[in-house]
């Protein structure tokens, strides 16, 4: 199961037409790299939850054959939390042990080698976790003997000696036994609502500390870094979608363009996401920013979560320096 039915609050302007799943990265949609690992690893049959912008995944995806896998999708007309999801697609998953997968990730990390862990320690639940040596904000995950033994808060700032704190992946290996743990029909949270009542009755959930690549684009920032990671890895500094016009006298690098994106001559754009159709006018410098049409976002109040921004002609610009 992959999930896709969140808000993509932190990420907005980028998430004001479309939920975060569906964002494009390089030109395949988020959660289309997140169905190609499952296939990978001979996983062909894959839900989808939806609930916000629900058009925005299934278009992105399809019936999800040009990635490999087929698709079927849940919707919920009312959002109910990482838990809560699998509830309400219980009937497609309480036949056999299952992978869930959050939808905002790119990852090469060994899923077979994880289901292996969780075959190995006869777990309810086997957690996908990495060390986090830049400490960066990701909920410290504390182990025992090969098992979880507990969710803790933040990490903090400490010395380059110190062993670096766990972080859970987005990805998880579950036997259809966990439905016992989750409360029907409500909104609920598989660490809070889940996976520490069941250790408390003492269930084994397993910790599996893999090696390898992993992105998670839960911000603007992160979304630009990780795409222009992706492109350098490629020798390239560039990425244009659909229709591009760029004129020959402007200067476009470090850049992410969407869909039918135009830049004027003269104009200069670095460090920089641009959404469909934006046109950056003459002589305009775009720096450190994401820039989506300004007719997007009128009259939205922005979310609570989401970075502030200015209109400025035709375009929303967002500063990534806030």
Not at 77 to 96: C, K
Not at 167 to 182: D, S, W
Request: hydrophobic share 40%.
């Amino acid at each position: 199961m992959i999930l896709a039915a969140g808000y993509g609050e932190r990420l907005w302007p980028l998430t004001c037409d479309r939920t975060k799943p569906a964002l494009p990265v390089l030109g395949k949609p988020l959660v289309g790299y997140v169905a190609e690992y499952l296939a990978r690893y001979g996983i062909k049959d894959v839900i989808v939850n939806l609930h916000h912008q629900p058009e925005s995944v299934r278009r992105a995806l399809g019936n999800g054959s040009q990635f490999g896998v087929r698709l079927h999708y849940v919707y919920e007309p009312v959002i109910l939390g990482t838990s809560g999801a699998l509830d309400n697609a219980r009937e497609l998953l309480e036949e056999d042990t299952f992978a869930v997968v959050n939808g905002k990730l790119i990852t090469d990390l060994d899923l077979k080698a994880a289901l292996q862990t969780h075959r190995q320690r006869q777990a309810l639940a086997t957690l996908v976790l990495l060390r986090n040596p830049k400490r960066e904000r990701f909920s410290i995950v504390e182990t025992r003997g090969g098992l979880v033994s507990n969710f803790a808060g933040m990490p903090e700032p400490s010395s380059p000696d110190t062993e670096p704190p766990l972080m859970f992946t987005g990805i998880h290996i579950l036997e259809p036994r966990i439905f016992e743990y989750i409360p029907r029909g409500v909104f609920s949270d598989t660490i809070t609502d889940v996976y520490l009542p069941a250790m408390s009755k003492g269930e084994r959930i397993a910790a599996h500390i893999a090696e390898g690549t992993w992105y998670e684009l839960s911000t603007p920032g992160r979304y630009l870094d990780i795409s222009l990671g992706l492109l350098r890895q490629r020798g390239e500094n560039l990425y244009a979608g659909l229709n591009p016009s760029i004129d020959k006298g402007a200067e476009v690098r470090d850049a992410v363009l969407w869909d039918d994106v135009t830049v004027e001559k003269g104009a200069h754009v670095r460090q920089a996401v641009l959404g469909d159709g934006v046109r950056v006018p003459a002589g305009e410098l775009l720096e450190d920013a994401v820039v989506v049409r300004a007719e997007l976002v009128a009259g939205i109040t922005p979310p609570a979560k989401g970075l502030r921004g200015h209109v400025s002609g035709d375009n929303f610009v967002v500063s990534l320096s806030q």
